[in-house]
Every structure is written in C-alpha cells, then in structure tokens.
C-alpha cells in the first residue's frame, strides 16, 4: 500500500487539509462554536414544536433552536476530525467528508444570531445539509477500511460511536425543522408530527422493506424467500420511521441473502422467513426468524464491529457474483434517506442498526443457531411520555 512506508513516522493527533480545501485549518470561529456546550433537545420539546395545530410562535421556537444548535454540533464534528493521526485525515474519502461537515458549518454560522433572516430560506439550508450528508457514512466506511492499518480497533470505534451518534441527532433536528416548516406550508391532516409518526404501523413497514429486498433478491438470484407476518399486525406506535426503515433493511437483506445462499448450498427449497410483531405496554417487538444457516461461531462475537463483514469484497469479486450485484445495486438506489443507503460489504450495517435501535432506549439482540439459522429480537420504545424526557 502506498502509506507503508509512513507507518513508521511517529503518529500525530490532528489531521491537516488538502491544499485544494479553501479554508484554514485552525479557524478560531469553529474553535469558539466546538467550546460552547451542547443544549440537548428532548423528545417532548420536539413533538411540541410540531404539536398541531402548528402555529407560528411554535415554528419559530424549532427554528431558533436548530440555528442555535447546529453550528455547535457541527463545529464539534470538525473539531474531531483535525484530531485525527495526520494519514487518516489525508485519506481522500475522510478527508471529503471532513471538509463536508466544515462547508456546513460555514454555511448555517450565519443564521446562528437568529436575525430576521426567512425562516423558508433557513430551511433550504438545511434541506442542502441532508442532501449532501446522505452518503457521508459509506464514504467514511471505505475511508477507515482503507486505514485500517493506522489506527487501533478501539480508537476508530470510538471515534465513529461518536460522529454516528452525533450525526442522528444533527439529522433530526434538521429534519424535524425541514418537515415542520413543510407541514405549514401544505397542511394535512395526518399522524405526522414533524419526521415523527404518532401511528406507526410496524408490520406495514415490514411489509414495504421486505418487498423493496425481495425484489432485489428477484432481481439478482432469481429467488426470493416468501415472507411470513404475524402476531400483533394491527399494532401501532410513534417512532420516527426512517429508523425504523433503516434497521428492517438491514436485517431483512441480512435474513434474505443467508436463506437463498443456504438453500442453494444445501440444494433445498427456500425456507420462509418469519417476522413477529408484538405490542407491549412500552414497547414494540420485532423477532425476525431465518433458515439462513446461522452464523458461524467465529463471527459471532465479530458481527457488531465496525468493518467486519462476511459479504464478498466488491474489488474482489466477479460483477456477475450475485453476492457482490445485490448490494451495489441497493447501494446505488440508497433508499435510507436517514442514513445514506444501506452499507453491505462494508461491515457497517448491524453496528448502525444496533445503534439506531438503541439511540430511543430499544434494543437488539441477535440469537444463532449455527446450522440452523437465526433470531434477531427488536425492542422498541414508544416515543411517548415514558420516552418524553430523553435528550437528543
């Protein structure tokens, strides 16, 4: 690899811009903004933003906060990439995203002393930001797949822990902001609130997320797994659906590709996939059940590390491995607006379920029967008043 030779030069704990990056490194304003505190927002403070019938003075108060706010959580963002060693920061895919978070920064610090400034031209901006962040988390994927070699495991999963848990909470604010202003301009009267759905139906959305995979399995193996629901169908709940869309992804085209690669190696018919919802008095449960072989006792203690993956490396593999085609294909047509398209092969996509389950108190839990299959168990909280106080 062309860094081989730096990795005997002694490590460094900032990275410094590209000579092509426009700005200069040690910027006292992202400085100042990345020492201020953080005002976390609570899930209740969000909902009444959006409480209808939305008014004015409630719109005004969400857009105050996230022009506030923002800046801060970005600048902090920056401020953790220049800490990184001196060649992770030169990666090109790092570096990238590095320089995305400070063009955002440089673009909403304007807004942050709250003139008069139109609130419809504010959420533009943000419209912008989101737009743009969408594939940040693939791109630093590859990023740190290439740098493997210049950090220690534990250093780059704190490091991601950290901007992947920061990066949520900066999409909903910005989110909420976007879809608020949105609902203002086209009233309807609906079970939204902003990006948060008060009557989530979690047995349509596995419906619709395993349609979108079977599809692609359709496409790719000329098979899919039959899809079995049942248990509490009817229930519903609030939660913010594209969380919920990211993480059935996941655990769908992880459930679907085992079961197809298992039949075909055992040359057997392909086994249903079952998936049971039930409704709690706090939570949602989500048991996805494979006959996909399970998986290996070796990987399982691996599975929720960032960059591990058993899925064939695309520069490796055939364009016509249907292993490989699958997941560039859903790559290509990046469905999770929250995340940025689904990240098989990069070893991202159970961490990030497992953190986007857990960021409202759920929780997930993978059970293997090797040779047989495996469980998955979602729990999910109701974002109600037993959620009301949690800090984003």
């Known amino acids: 690899m062309r860094y081989q030779l730096l990795r005997l030069l002694p490590r460094r704990t900032y990275s410094t811009r590209a000579s092509e990056v426009p700005h200069a490194f040690y910027d006292d304003k992202v400085v100042t903004y990345a020492h201020k505190p953080i005002k976390p927002v609570t899930l209740s403070q969000l909902v009444r933003f959006g409480q209808p019938p939305l008014s004015s003075n409630s719109l005004r108060e969400c857009a105050h906060y996230a022009r506030t706010e923002l800046p801060v959580r970005l600048a902090r963002r920056v401020r953790a990439f220049q800490t990184l060693p001196f060649i992770v920061g030169t990666n090109p895919y790092i570096k990238e995203i590095y320089k995305l978070y400070y063009e955002s920064f440089e673009s909403l610090e304007p807004y942050s002393n709250d003139r008069a400034e139109s609130d419809v031209e504010y959420s533009e ?12 988390i693939p791109t630093l994927a590859r990023g740190f797949l290439e740098c493997e070699q210049y950090m220690h495991t534990q250093e780059v999963a704190a490091f991601l822990d950290e901007m992947i848990h920061a990066r949520i909470g900066i999409r909903l604010i910005a989110e909420q902001m976007i879809a608020l202003m949105r609902q ?78 298992y039949a075909k190696k055992k040359d057997v018919e392909v086994p249903p996939i079952q998936i049971t919802v039930s409704h709690g008095k706090e939570d949602i449960g989500i048991r996805i059940r494979d006959q996909g ?10 599975v929720f590390d960032y960059s591990y993956t058993t899925v064939a490396k695309a520069d490796g593999a055939s364009s016509s491995d249907p ?28 961490p990030l379920s497992r953190m986007y389950a857990r960021y409202f108190g759920g929780s997930f839990t993978l059970v293997s029967m090797n040779g047989y299959g495996c469980d998955v168990f979602l729990k999910l909280k ?10 984003i």
């Open 125 to 136: 901006k943000l419209k912008d930001l989101v737009d743009r962040h969408a594939d940040n």
């Open 184 to 261: 203002q301009q086209h009233p309807q009267d609906d079970s939204y609130i902003g990006i948060i759905d008060t009557k989530l139906n979690p047995a349509k959305m596995v419906k619709m997320c395993s349609d979108f995979v079977a599809e692609l399995c359709e496409f790719n193996y000329g098979t899919s797994p039959e899809t079995i629901i049942d248990g509490h169908t009817d229930a519903t709940f609030t939660y913010v659906p594209v969380h919920l869309e990211y993480i059935l992804t996941e655990l769908l085209k992880n459930a679907q590709r085992a079961t197809i690669e």
């Open 293 to 302: 072989g399970g998986v290996a006792e070796d990987d399982l203690n691996r």
């Open 323 to 350: 292993a490989t085609s699958i997941f560039s294909d859903m790559a290509e047509m990046a469905m999770q607006s929250g995340v940025g398209g689904p990240l098989a092969g990069l070893g991202f996509g159970l």
């Open 382 to 391: 109701h974002i109600d008043q037993s959620m009301a106080e949690l800090e």
